[in-house]
């Protein structure tokens, strides 16, 4: 009978097997169509109303944040989980296109559609002679007027810098980000300069970036513009009607006040006088782009090409007030708005797609802030900015044999083998041997259940990743150029990439910050905690446990929220520390200046710590008041019956007996404080020059900022592991060497059986 159903069952398999296979088409056209985009408020509204319109199979929308967008698109579509299609800018085109995530559009491009798009928004999306994406919109900047202030549209820049002496006290002339330098864009084209040359060179360099630089320094030197402005804080500015003009784009009306909005105006940039030509901004085409496996479905392709139609563009115009960029689409002739940004969009410089446009923002950024701070002339900025891109840019290593690691792996297998053979030839001498270890493998059954998930866990959770960061920076480059290089990374770290040692971002200069940050981070937690622990332990303290909550308020606000404030409360002109400069020169007639807390080294650090400091003294508090609940209150009070003092009765016995208890918490605090990246990169950023960049955030850049080097970024952090990894070690064995009776058995007793080392001294007090 069973040798009958064998058959029988082999046959059923077989059936539904190709069943299966007949039915897959109609399974995976049947499957739900996912796109991602990152759109907010009217924007995502009129996404939704757009896709809701279609007819053709069910879509899956997806919000993303947009600092997280390329990451997760990078990690998802590779794998197959990714998104069928997805909404982004162009020029990210090129990295895309290097990691296989987009594929041709195909018919996904209705018929005569190239005559449709206006302006250069098809050109945008093209690629060696490939469509890679539908354009649905065009993103540029503008110049917003305050008519309030202002009645006519400035025709050269200087028009908006004579205002200075004419608008009341307080008003600037002109607000935007002069430290961007997506923001200095318009004002370098005016010069004839580019961020990026059409050979992937870095093009921000030479006389007309200069001249350009040298022209905003005027504008702030003069208070035509605030200086260190960011976005929030020229969207505060021309809110509270203290900005004539503000430069920014079509996202700023999103934060814009009714009132704001009633009084506003949109105009196209002017011209700089000196040069006679008009600021060009640079344009960001926004597509509908195709995953390879999304590019596969006829419905997929259909619904970019519904996405990307005039239906469409009529909603996101209506919805949204997106400039279309589509012929057919009309704009209102009453809507000035849309207007003034569609004429903007047609003298706006298209955004680079080469890969390389990635590794210019960063030293870009950081020569601009050089220069508009003082810190070095032009010529001098650009020239470090450009080395600096070149360094970045620089041909990866070349590819390294795997035998040495095959080798040195398998000896590493063998050994182990080894010793498991020795071990287990030891426990087999003899049957009594035998039966003990077979006893005592089932008594730990019950165990092993018990900790076999925690393993399990911790196993996919930790020690996973970090074999994988481990074997990551065995390699350089990405994509089809990914390329086993072996040491390589590593070399290149511990030789500062072939440059002086304690050259600026060197791996030995960022140690020595990183290890000073925490050795003065690690001083103010320890002290303030149990300072203020001792504080609050005294039983004679009113409204103690009002003051604990307090306290432990810092810790509880999440440490982005108040790395975010404390940036602000020391903006140069507009922060907290500023007005209480102001308010003492008021009280007391002094004339103390306010302080530009980020252009030199020790105020932008001592800013870093003392946001740090704020965050860190109530984790020591805690555990510094649980420890003294467990002193012993006899001991004190014997030792104070013997004549002890308050000092000598804290320094002999109290913190003795908290110093177990604290040396955890301080090791953990080190740790913490050593890879405390929130802080230093939203305080300082780096800066100046970044020069107070830790291990951890300079690894950051090196993964995200400096084109993806993934395999040099993880080098860095297996370096911060290994280096924490010794240095708590060395800390352990230093705290055996010192407390040779540290293990107190119970009973209280010292492990030769006398008295705790605190207690002896209080009887000798």
Same mark, same amino acid.
């Given at each position: 009978? %069973?040798?009958?159903?064998?058959?029988?069952?082999?046959?059923?398999?077989? &059936?539904?097997?190709?069943?299966?296979?007949?039915?897959?088409?109609?399974?995976?056209a049947?499957?739900?169509?996912?796109?991602?985009?990152?759109?907010?408020?009217?924007?995502?509204?009129?996404l939704?109303?757009?896709?809701?319109?279609?007819?053709?199979?069910?879509?899956?929308?997806?919000?993303? #944040?947009?600092?997280?967008?390329?990451?997760?698109?990078?990690?998802?579509?590779?794998?197959?989980?990714?998104?069928?299609?997805?909404?982004?800018?162009?020029?990210?085109?090129?990295?895309?296109?290097?990691?296989?995530?987009?594929?041709?559009?195909?018919?996904?491009?209705?018929?005569?559609?190239e005559?449709?798009?206006?302006?250069?928004?098809?050109?945008?999306?093209?690629?060696?002679?490939?469509?890679?994406?539908?354009?649905?919109?065009?993103?540029?900047m503008?110049?917003?007027?305050?008519?309030?202030?202002?009645?006519?549209?400035?025709?050269?820049? @200087?028009d908006?810098?004579?205002?200075?002496?004419?608008?009341?006290?307080?008003?600037? %002339?002109?607000?935007?980000?002069?430290?961007?330098?997506?923001?200095?864009?318009?004002?370098?084209?005016?010069?004839?300069?580019?961020?990026l040359?059409?050979?992937?060179?870095?093009?921000?360099?030479?006389?007309?970036?200069?001249?350009?630089?040298?022209?905003?320094?005027?504008?702030?030197?003069?208070?035509?513009?605030?200086?260190?402005?960011?976005?929030?804080?020229?969207?505060?500015?021309?809110?509270?009607?203290? &900005?004539?003009?503000?430069?920014?784009?079509?996202?700023?009306?999103?934060?814009?006040?009714?009132?704001?909005?009633?009084?506003?105006?949109?105009? !196209?940039?002017?011209?700089?006088?000196?040069t006679?030509?008009?600021?060009?901004?640079?344009?960001?085409? @926004?597509a509908?782009?195709?995953?390879?496996?999304?590019?596969?479905?006829?419905?997929?392709?259909?619904?970019?090409?519904?996405?990307?139609?005039?239906?469409?563009?009529?909603?996101?115009?209506e919805?949204?007030?997106?400039?279309?960029?589509? *012929?057919?689409?009309?704009?209102?002739?009453?809507?000035?708005?849309?207007?003034?940004?569609?004429?903007?969009?047609?003298?706006?410089?298209?955004?680079?797609?080469?890969? /390389?446009?990635?590794?210019?923002?960063? #030293?870009?950024?950081?020569?601009?802030?050089?220069?508009?701070?003082?810190?070095?002339?032009?010529?001098?900025?650009?020239?470090?900015?450009?080395?600096?891109?070149?360094?970045?840019?620089?041909?990866?290593?070349?590819?390294?044999? !795997?035998?040495?690691?095959?080798?040195?792996?398998?000896?590493?297998?063998?050994?182990?083998?080894?010793?498991?053979?020795?071990?287990?030839?030891?426990?087999?001498?003899?049957?009594?041997?035998?039966?003990?270890?077979?006893?005592?493998?089932?008594?730990?059954?019950?165990?092993?259940?018990?900790?076999?998930?925690?393993?399990?866990?911790?196993?996919?959770?930790?020690?996973?990743?970090?074999?994988?960061?481990?074997?990551?920076?065995?390699?350089?480059?990405?994509?089809?150029?990914?390329?086993?290089?072996?040491?390589?990374?590593?070399?290149?770290?511990?030789?500062?990439?072939?440059?002086?040692?304690?050259?600026?971002?060197?791996?030995?200069?960022?140690?020595?910050?990183?290890?000073?940050?925490?050795?003065?981070?690690?001083?103010?937690?320890?002290v303030?905690?149990?300072?203020? &622990?001792?504080?609050?332990?005294?039983?004679?303290?009113?409204?103690?446990?009002?003051?604990?909550?307090?306290?432990?308020? %810092?810790?509880?606000?999440?440490?982005y929220?108040?790395?975010?404030?404390?940036?602000?409360?020391?903006?140069?002109?507009?922060?907290?520390?500023?007005?209480?400069?102001?308010?003492?020169?008021?009280?007391?007639?002094?004339?103390?200046? !306010?302080?530009a807390?980020?252009?030199?080294?020790?105020?932008?650090?001592?800013?870093?710590?003392?946001?740090n400091?704020?965050?860190g003294?109530?984790?020591?508090?805690?555990?510094?008041?649980?420890?003294?609940?467990?002193?012993?209150?006899?001991?004190?009070?014997?030792?104070?019956?013997?004549?002890?003092?308050?000092?000598?009765?804290?320094?002999?016995?109290?913190? %003795?007996?908290?110093?177990?208890?604290?040396?955890?918490?301080?090791?953990?605090?080190?740790?913490?404080?050593?890879?405390?990246?929130?802080?230093?990169?939203?305080?300082?950023?780096?800066?100046?020059d970044?020069?107070?960049?830790?291990?951890?955030?300079?690894?950051?850049?090196?993964?995200?900022?400096?084109?993806?080097?993934?395999?040099?970024?993880?080098?860095?952090?297996?370096?911060?592991?290994?280096?924490?990894?010794?240095?708590?070690?060395? *800390?352990?064995?230093?705290w055996?060497?010192?407390?040779?009776?540290?293990?107190?058995?119970?009973?209280?007793?010292?492990?030769?059986?006398?008295?705790?080392?605190?207690?002896?001294? /209080?009887?000798?007090?």
């Amino acid at each position: 009978m %069973p040798g009958r159903r064998r058959p029988a069952l082999a046959l059923t398999a077989a &059936a539904l097997a190709a069943l299966l296979l007949l039915l897959s088409p109609a399974l995976a056209a049947a499957a739900p169509i996912r796109l991602w985009h990152a759109y907010r408020d009217d924007e995502a509204r009129a996404l939704g109303a757009i896709v809701a319109a279609f007819k053709g199979a069910e879509v899956e929308l997806l919000s993303l #944040p947009f600092d997280a967008y390329a990451s997760k698109l990078q990690a998802a579509i590779p794998m197959g989980e990714g998104p069928d299609l997805f909404i982004d800018a162009h020029e990210r085109l090129g990295d895309y296109r290097a990691r296989k995530l987009v594929a041709p559009v195909g018919d996904a491009l209705e018929p005569g559609g190239e005559a449709v798009f206006q302006g250069p928004a098809l050109a945008a999306v093209r690629q060696e002679g490939q469509i890679l994406g539908l354009p649905i919109s065009q993103k540029c900047m503008a110049l917003y007027m305050n008519t309030a202030l202002v009645r006519e549209a400035p025709v050269y820049l @200087e028009d908006i810098a004579a205002l200075a002496g004419a608008l009341p006290q307080g008003v600037y %002339p002109l607000a935007y980000e002069a430290s961007n330098a997506y923001a200095h864009m318009p004002i370098l084209a005016a010069f004839g300069g580019t961020m990026l040359d059409e050979d992937d060179q870095f093009g921000f360099v030479g006389p007309g970036p200069e001249r350009s630089l040298e022209l905003v320094r005027s504008l702030i030197d003069r208070r035509v513009v605030p200086e260190d402005a960011n976005g929030a804080l020229v969207t505060d500015l021309y809110n509270s009607g203290r &900005a004539a003009f503000a430069i920014s784009g079509p996202w700023f009306v999103g934060g814009l006040k009714d009132e704001a909005k009633r009084r506003s105006r949109v105009v !196209p940039l002017p011209r700089v006088r000196e040069t006679g030509q008009p600021m060009r901004p640079f344009m960001t085409v @926004e597509a509908v782009m195709l995953s390879p496996q999304g590019a596969q479905r006829a419905e997929v392709r259909a619904l970019a090409r519904h996405i990307a139609g005039a239906a469409a563009a009529a909603t996101r115009l209506e919805v949204a007030r997106t400039p279309p960029v589509r *012929s057919d689409v009309a704009v209102p002739a009453d809507d000035a708005f849309i207007a003034a940004f569609a004429e903007q969009a047609r003298v706006a410089i298209p955004m680079p797609t080469s890969p /390389a446009m990635r590794s210019t923002w960063e #030293p870009a950024a950081r020569a601009i802030r050089k220069v508009l701070r003082g810190d070095a002339p032009p010529d001098v900025a650009l020239s470090e900015a450009k080395r600096r891109f070149d360094d970045v840019r620089r041909p990866l290593p070349p590819p390294a044999s !795997p035998a040495p690691l095959l080798l040195a792996l398998g000896a590493l297998a063998l050994f182990f083998v080894l010793r498991w053979v020795f071990a287990a030839r030891r426990a087999a001498h003899g049957p009594t041997l035998r039966r003990e270890l077979a006893r005592s493998i089932q008594r730990s059954i019950p165990a092993y259940k018990y900790v076999a998930h925690a393993v399990v866990a911790i196993g996919v959770l930790v020690m996973v990743p970090l074999v994988v960061g481990a074997a990551t920076s065995l390699f350089a480059g990405s994509g089809e150029g990914l390329r086993y290089v072996g040491l390589a990374n590593f070399i290149s770290i511990l030789t500062a990439r072939g440059g002086p040692l304690f050259a600026s971002g060197s791996f030995y200069l960022v140690l020595a910050v990183t290890v000073l940050w925490t050795a003065v981070n690690l001083f103010f937690h320890v002290v303030l905690g149990v300072s203020l &622990a001792l504080l609050l332990h005294r039983p004679t303290l009113r409204l103690r446990a009002a003051y604990r909550v307090l306290l432990i308020v %810092p810790w509880a606000v999440p440490s982005y929220v108040t790395a975010l404030s404390w940036k602000g409360m020391f903006h140069r002109q507009f922060g907290a520390v500023t007005g209480l400069i102001e308010a003492v020169n008021s009280a007391f007639g002094t004339s103390i200046e !306010p302080i530009a807390w980020f252009s030199s080294f020790t105020t932008a650090f001592t800013a870093n710590v003392a946001t740090n400091v704020w965050l860190g003294f109530p984790f020591m508090m805690v555990v510094t008041l649980g420890a003294l609940t467990a002193v012993p209150e006899d001991v004190l009070e014997a030792a104070e019956v013997d004549g002890a003092t308050r000092w000598q009765r804290l320094w002999n016995i109290t913190l %003795p007996l908290v110093k177990p208890v604290l040396a955890p918490a301080v090791t953990l605090g080190a740790i913490w404080t050593f890879n405390m990246f929130n802080v230093v990169f939203l305080v300082s950023g780096g800066d100046p020059d970044g020069t107070t960049d830790i291990l951890v955030s300079e690894a950051y850049r090196w993964a995200f900022t400096r084109e993806a080097q993934y395999g040099y970024a993880a080098a860095y952090s297996v370096l911060i592991f290994l280096l924490l990894t010794l240095a708590t070690r060395a *800390s352990g064995w230093r705290w055996r060497r010192r407390t040779p009776g540290s293990h107190i058995p119970q009973g209280g007793g010292a492990a030769d059986g006398s008295a705790p080392a605190p207690v002896a001294a /209080a009887e000798g007090v």
